[in-house]
């Protein structure tokens, strides 16, 4: 019995004092995230953070609030459309030019910083990562060219925007100012002159998706264009254009068949410059939607018309959508009577007449949808996640058919290759030519590229957006470009774009 | 346990001095008296019998017989027991049947658990609301302890998040201490001496001895840097010394909704769709409205109004002065109001509890339970986005519920091959004017039968105790809960309108497990000295939870389409195989902690904690955290100045002031790690590539949310048999853990954490009591009210507000708002000032420059009010609406019993608080309406609060947040009325039962409020969100009692 008690203390004493005794016990590790300060040690590591850099293209069209959606709205060609007058109050309020610091989508201002932290940290830890230094110099030239497309889109859409070239820490983070637009424009063509020097003219059929030569030519040309150098505009994208009409020197020419550029399997085409890939695989479902594991492209879905029943063999056999950037009427007589005008409109205003179709009107209905980016029966992905946030359609950042008009404008819209490169757009079509001039280059753009997300950034740089869009509400000298997000403001030294 | 051991010492004392005194006695002339005592039918084994005014005495046996040799001329015996009124018998010849009653007004009696042993409530400091088994006794058991308490005490909150069977609640001890997020608002339940920081649904209520619910921080703090939002107590059954006892528990019953709303009828709708579409500038809907007539009623299709319900739990218990022993068995099973194929829940329980005295001086004991739970879920309640429940109110009354039109069923709406088809080959009506997720409910159903998810919970302990010396013991308590659950679900190829379908049918299989373990090591010391009364308690624990792993793999493509064939056994490619597998990395808690409670003469109160816990969630720099407490009591009523009186018979002031801690802030964010998932799609195959980024930047001196509570209150008794308990708190939580929100040009993934925020919760909670006995009817009725206050009093510098953890509505953005001076994500609007009647109207809302307020307006519009005073409607003009935080909530008991028969009634509120009534989908033009609808503004003088109809609303009447949304939540609920009766003993003697009682219970049977939804109850991390609520059902129960 004495034993026994003797025994029975010196057990709980022991455990008692095994459990308290381990200081370790509460130090639990985290699995299968690595610590940042050990990351970033070999090649694979630094693709995995090159990959991140790349993610955020995405934003051209990925997410409910994507560059193509969003940039249409503003512009003539499109109402923002969707179910109701609030069925997304950011699209909605710059459709209407009623945006304000509290509407303005947060994430156009954000998911640009963010792929520019991506390709900051990568430029940052790349030194130090054991790999061949002509691997490093190439990984380089891409993040330099990625940061250059996130830097031209915020300048274009915001302005007045901090240059940030290195990752901020919590003690410089609320010191950072605002940039002049000039000096983020030399930091842009200063990036791309970098990334051209070092990115490979052409890929590996393994690497395609991934940006060559070309691409931050291309970039870097619509970036002097709308910097004003007119002149090295024209001169580098000379070199991507090469001989209107006939293959460039990395291979590129325009489609014969301008519908093939819509069609889905088209992917990197021989037109395509740079594009934005998406898949049907990721599974994305609405707890990831417009993240950086959400791979689906979200036009698609937007632009579908509502409630839609195929009727008659006519009309084409398409799942739901939300109604987002119908066409205006006004478009839609622009376009009308061209070859480009089956593969931009779906007219469901008249097959629903004629008794081929129904659907349900959205709110801003005009009936006319965007084929370019309308979703497809036969595309609807089968896999695990919400079918609707998984569409595989790669969309253009920038293809030939613009870079033509892009250096036809950056020549002042005069002179015979300036005349070769607007028939060349149009030949490919089934147009004859007309003389070139900016007015015939205008209106090219806005039939070419219609619904891709150009048309306001056009206006803009043009300087036609006050008196093309008045009647939406645009006032000129302050709807040029977006407010900042309101919660940029709060503790920083960011100072609200004028006007807002 | 003190207490239990002077009781033990006490009967020892009895049988000793009557042993002596009969030796002494045995000289004079003896009679024999003899009898039983029971009380509420059952027999007292160990009460008290002792000739009055002499140490004669003796106590019942485990059959409550007493046998007793006495003077001749003794005329009454005293008869007592713990917990029960002292009565004074005239002493009759033959077998004497003395019954007590249970004496719920001698306070000092009472033993509350305080955690790590127990107290009288007589000398108890604290703020504890305590619920017994007899309370739970009458309230229906639906499978779920936290909807028994409700209404039962003060200061706690709750509300069911659904009323699916099953379902949890959202409980909130003296309102929202942290800003969620992390489960940080959720009370930390202790079973048995085991922490348990997620579900409790495996508890079955009959199992239940006792719940306290420790409020104030003086009692919270001994659970340390776990406790800071509540600690809820849950004691189970043991048995009892005496004879084997058998007991049986059941009811039957049938459930149905208590409310459906009045929607449109299919005429009023197509007018109403008609009358906005052309004022939106659109040909109207329908061409002929006069061919409609009551339409299609889809709530009538949802709701099952004769959902069956049914509780059976035997129990047997027993126990000598060696062992005891409780064991027992429940099956419950619920259909649930709602389509009930796809909403039902079934619970099996098994429970063995044990406590053996090894040796002398040592004890061992063990709980051991172990339930099965299977639910059927509707897998879309409280959404907008479809579910039986939106779709219910959304779809339009025209569609049919089955088409049987030969011209339809061979139109274009049906062509799929995968359209649902009732069992005569009909197509369940799919909508042709509202679409997106509003499906035929009858159709959905059919696609998600044979999807159920499971839950396997064994939670239990064993301790050994010794007790070396007297009042000194030592125990160590070893519990665990391993809890095993998952999912299996076919879903089918099929096609439920345009937008939703699936494609390529799968069978799913997912498997999760807990296993979480604590092991406690307590000395504790109690010694008496004259008029001192101390405990010391020293501690020491060790705690790991929340450390779910599991997988799951879906089969693609199976070559069946029906559930009942459905089988992973199907030979399938492997590329048709995924699956995924994850693990959390556990939680860990390592603490220390001391108690010590005095008291003089039962007269000065004192109790003093102090806890240190390590937690694995904390930064680098601060591992471990101290949470100290004190309070004070003093009892008046014990002073030698307090003369015994019929008006205040006791008085205690007791108050204190402590610090507890809230250690749920989330894994890991004080460390920079890099994560993945920042994928990009590579080449023509679609090759999906990795990416990683840095997450947010690291805090290191990240720690655990602090919360400070002081609490002043007292309890009486006046005029015999009122109680009055009263308590005033000032709850304050420091460092709430906020994403701290950095600018979005540093290009962070994810936001930094950091202690920022502060809050303070404020309010006073009465209990109130009254019990009598007038004649042979017992009567008692309790009731309490609590007030709350939330405030939030600190953002960070310069912060006003922050718009993270807010509530969203569809297009409409946030509609609550965290901001300081404000109460935690109030609702945050704009605020209507009536319609606009015409035009002169519009036109005379001006600003200062003349200019119009509200240009684009029309009559018909909501005129927005211009808070900010700028002279437009902006974003700016949003303001404060109310909040989703109820400012009152009250519960009121009401017991009666005359000779069988008795009567409870259990009424239950809230009052103070807004609902943000979403039931209606915004942007599907042609959803539905509910009948209110028909009060429009349709031209000068109809209406001032229910705006035109138009499809464009380009004035947002229905696109803005705004206070036409919201409504009062005030609601007073009968919750429970029960009629019992229990067949006379004599009757129950014959078929060798102690008690058989029969009852009638109604539940839900009527709720007041104003609320136009289904159900005001709604729970929720910011409750009061109301999408589609599926509310509580209205039930009538047969139940049956019977103990052996």
């Not at chain 2, 002398?360 to 309640?381: E, R």
């Not at chain 2, 062509?415 to 909508?431: A, C, K, L, M, W």
């Amino acid at each position: 019995m004495r034993n026994f008690k003797l025994y029975s203390i010196l057990t709980l004493l022991s455990i008692a004092f095994i459990a308290s005794c381990s200081k370790d016990f509460i130090e639990v590790a985290p699995e299968g995230k690595p610590l940042e300060a050990l990351y970033y040690q070999n090649e694979d590591e630094a693709f995995s953070a090159l990959i991140a850099v790349y993610d955020v293209t995405r934003k051209n069209s990925g997410g409910f609030e994507n560059m193509i959606t969003m940039m249409n709205a503003g512009s003539d060609d499109h109402f923002a459309g969707g179910g109701g007058a609030t069925d997304g109050v950011g699209i909605q309020s710059f459709s209407n030019y009623t945006e304000s610091p509290t509407t303005i989508p947060a994430s156009f201002w954000n998911d640009h910083y963010q792929g520019i932290f991506r390709a900051n940290i990568l430029l940052q830890k790349l030194p130090a990562v054991d790999m061949s230094d002509a691997l490093k110099s190439r990984f380089a030239a891409e993040a330099k060219a990625l940061r250059a497309l996130y830097y031209f889109n915020l300048v274009r859409m915001f302005k007045n925007v901090p240059l940030i070239l290195e990752p901020l820490t919590p003690t410089n983070m609320y010191e950072v100012l605002q940039a002049s637009p000039a000096d983020v424009y030399t930091q842009i063509e200063n990036d791309l002159t970098e990334a051209i020097n070092d990115l490979p003219a052409s890929l590996l059929s393994s690497e395609i998706g991934r940006l060559n030569k070309g691409a931050a030519q291309a970039l870097l040309g619509k970036v002097y264009l709308y910097d004003g150098k007119n002149t090295q505009a024209a001169a580098i994208l000379a070199e991507v254009n090469g001989t209107p009409g006939s293959p460039n020197q990395y291979g590129n020419y325009l489609l014969t068949n301008y519908n093939d550029l819509w069609v889905v399997n088209n992917k990197f085409n021989a037109e395509s410059i740079w594009e934005v890939a998406h898949a049907s695989t990721g599974s994305s479902h609405w707890g990831v939607w417009g993240s950086g594991s959400d791979e689906g492209n979200s036009v698609n879905v937007m632009v579908g018309p509502r409630g839609y029943v195929k009727i008659g063999s006519t009309a084409p056999s398409l799942p739901d959508g939300w109604s987002f950037c119908v066409i205006t009427q006004d478009l839609y007589n622009v376009l009308n009577g061209d070859p480009r005008f089956g593969a931009t409109i779906l007219d469901l205003k008249a097959l629903k007449i004629a008794g081929e179709a129904d659907y349900i009107a959205g709110y801003q209905d005009t009936g006319y949808f965007l084929n370019k980016f309308l979703p497809r029966s036969s595309d609807v992905s089968t896999g695990t996640g919400d079918a609707v946030l998984n569409y595989r359609q790669n969309t253009y950042i920038i293809r030939l058919a613009d870079t033509y008009l892009l250096e036809a404008e950056a020549l002042g819209g005069n002179g015979t290759r300036a005349q070769a490169l607007l028939d060349a757009v149009r030949s490919r079509v089934g147009l004859s030519s007309i003389p070139v001039s900016m007015a015939a280059i205008k209106a090219e753009r806005r039939k070419e590229l219609a619904g891709e997300g150009h048309r306001f950034f056009d206006l803009v740089r043009w300087g036609d957006a006050a008196s093309v869009l008045s009647s939406r509400g645009f006032v000129s000298g302050k709807h040029e470009i977006f407010p900042i997000p309101y919660l940029e403001l709060e503790n920083t030294q960011i100072v609200q774009n004028p006007n807002y | 346990m003190s207490l239990n051991f002077l009781s033990r010492n006490f009967k020892k004392f009895i049988f000793l001095s009557s042993v002596f005194f009969g030796v002494l006695a045995s000289a004079q002339d003896q009679k024999t008296v003899s009898g039983n005592v029971t009380a509420d039918g059952i027999p007292l084994a160990g009460a008290s019998v002792v000739v009055k005014d002499t140490k004669i005495g003796t106590t019942t046996d485990f059959d409550g017989i007493f046998t007793l040799s006495v003077p001749v001329s003794a005329k009454t015996l005293v008869v007592s027991y713990l917990g029960y009124a002292t009565q004074e018998v005239a002493i009759t010849s033959g077998e004497m049947s003395i019954v007590l009653i249970e004496d719920q007004n001698t306070l000092d009696e009472v033993v509350i658990n305080v955690g790590y042993g127990s107290q009288k409530k007589s000398v108890n400091t604290g703020a504890i609301s305590k619920v017994t088994a007899k309370d739970l006794e009458g309230t229906p058991n639906n499978g779920r302890i936290e909807q028994a308490l409700q209404g039962k005490t003060t200061g706690v909150f709750i509300a069911s998040n659904a009323g699916q069977p099953g379902s949890s609640s959202t409980i909130r001890v003296r309102g929202v201490t942290s800003f969620n997020g992390y489960g940080g608002n959720n009370v930390l339940w202790v079973v048995d001496g085991i922490a348990i920081s997620d579900d409790i649904g495996f508890l079955n209520q009959s199992d239940i001895e006792s719940i306290e619910v420790l409020k104030d921080a003086a009692s919270l703090a001994i659970y340390g840097a776990r406790s800071a939002s509540g600690v809820i107590l849950v004691t189970t059954k043991k048995g009892k010394q005496g004879n084997i006892k058998v007991g049986y528990t059941g009811s039957y019953g049938y459930s149905s909704p208590a409310k459906t709303l009045n929607m449109l009828n299919a005429r009023e709708y197509a007018t109403i769709m008609n009358e906005k579409a052309i004022a939106a500038g659109q040909s109207p809907v329908f061409s002929d409205v006069s061919i409609f007539g009551e339409g299609t009623d889809w709530q009538d299709a949802i709701f099952n109004k004769n959902a069956t319900r049914y509780n059976h739990e035997i129990n047997i218990s027993g126990g000598n002065e060696i062992s005891n022993f409780y064991l027992s068995f429940g099956t419950q099973d619920q259909q649930g109001i709602v389509m009930s194929d796809i909403s039902n829940y079934n619970k099996k329980s098994i429970r063995l509890n044990s406590n053996h005295k090894l040796f002398n001086k040592l004890t061992i004991g063990q709980s051991l339970g172990y339930s099965h739970q299977k639910s059927v879920g509707l897998g879309n309640t409280n959404s907008e986005f479809g579910g039986p429940l939106s779709s219910a109110i959304n779809l339009d009354p025209i569609t049919p519920l089955v088409e049987t039109d030969p011209v339809e069923i061979y139109g274009p709406l049906y062509t799929n091959d995968y359209v649902i088809r009732d069992e005569n080959g009909n197509p369940y009506g799919i909508s042709p004017i509202v679409g997106q997720e509003m499906t035929n409910p009858l159709a959905y159903a059919q696609t998600r039968k044979g999807q159920a998810s499971w839950g396997d919970d064994i939670v239990g302990n064993v301790f050994l105790e010794y007790a070396p010396i007297e009042g000194l013991k030592i125990k160590s308590t070893l519990g665990t809960k391993l809890a095993y659950w998952g999912y299996e679900g076919f879903t089918p190829i099929f096609y439920l309108n345009s937008s939703t379908g699936n494609l390529v049918n799968n069978i799913t299989r997912s498997e999760n497990k807990i296993f979480a373990w604590n092991l406690e090591n307590t000395i504790t010391y109690s010694k008496q000295f004259g008029s001192h009364d101390f405990t010391i308690l020293l501690g020491q624990g060790a705690y790991e939870d929340d450390n779910p792993t599991g997988l799951s793999i879906t089969h693609s493509g199976i070559p069946t389409n029906n559930y009942q064939d459905a089988s992973f056994n199907f030979d399938i490619p492997a590329s048709s195989k995924t699956g995924w597998a994850y693990t959390t990395e556990p939680h860990r808690v390592s603490s220390l902690f001391s108690r010590l409670n005095y008291n003089y003469d039962e007269k000065y109160l004192f109790t003093g904690i102090i806890r240190r816990d390590g937690s694995s969630n904390f930064g680098t720099n601060n591992k471990y955290g101290v949470f100290p407490s004190f309070s004070l009591g003093w009892v008046l009523s014990k002073e030698t100045f307090w003369k015994d009186n019929n008006y205040v018979n006791q008085v205690k002031i007791r108050g204190g002031y402590g610090v507890t801690g809230n250690d749920r802030i989330g894994r890991f964010s004080y460390l920079s790690t890099i994560g993945g998932g920042r994928n990009y799609t590579m080449g023509i195959d679609e090759l999906i590539t990795s990416g990683s980024s840095p997450n947010a930047p690291a805090n290191p001196d990240l720690k655990w949310e602090e919360t400070r509570q002081t609490n002043i209150g007292f309890e009486s008794r006046l005029f015999n048999d009122f109680n009055i308990n009263f308590d005033w708190f000032n709850k304050k939580t420091v460092g709430i853990l906020q994403p701290v929100s950095i600018p979005g040009y540093v290009g962070s993934t994810g936001l930094p954490s950091a202690n920022v925020a502060d809050m303070t919760n404020k309010g006073i909670e009465i209990e109130l009591g009254y019990k009598k006995r007038f004649n042979e009817v017992n009567f008692s009725v309790s009731g309490n009210v609590s007030t709350l206050k939330n405030e939030v009093t600190y953002l960070g510098n310069d912060i006003d507000f922050i718009t993270t953890n807010t509530a969203g509505f569809q297009s409409m953005g946030a509609v609550t708002r965290t901001e300081v001076g404000q109460s935690y994500n109030y609702f945050y609007g704009f605020e209507t000032d009536g319609i606009f009647q015409n035009m002169d109207e519009v036109n005379a809302y001006t600003n200062s420059l003349g200019g119009l307020i509200q240009p684009g307006a029309q009559p018909g519009d909501f005129r927005w009010k211009d808070t900010d005073g700028n002279g437009t409607i902006s974003d700016d003009d949003k303001t404060y609406l109310g909040s989703p935080i109820p400012k009152y909530t009250f519960g009121l008991t009401l017991n009666a019993d005359y000779k069988g028969f008795d009567v409870m009634v259990l009424a239950q509120g809230v009052a103070g608080n807004k609902i943000f009534q979403g039931l209606r989908r915004l942007d599907i033009l042609n959803s539905n309406y509910q009948d209110i609808a028909l009060t429009r503004w349709t031209g000068e003088g109809t209406s001032n609060d229910f705006p035109r109809l138009t499809n464009t609303d380009s004035n947002g009447n229905f696109g803005k947040m705004s206070d036409f949304y919201l409504q009062k939540g005030d609601y007073l609920r009968l919750k429970v009325i029960q009629l019992g009766y229990s067949i006379p003993k004599s009757l129950s003697d014959k078929i060798g039962a102690e008690k058989v009682r029969f009852s009638l219970t109604g539940e839900n049977v009527f709720t007041f409020t104003k609320y136009t939804g289904y159900d005001p109850e709604i729970g929720g991390d910011i409750s009061g969100i109301d999408r589609g609520y599926y509310p509580q059902a209205r039930t009538f129960l047969f139940g049956a009692n019977f103990q052996f």
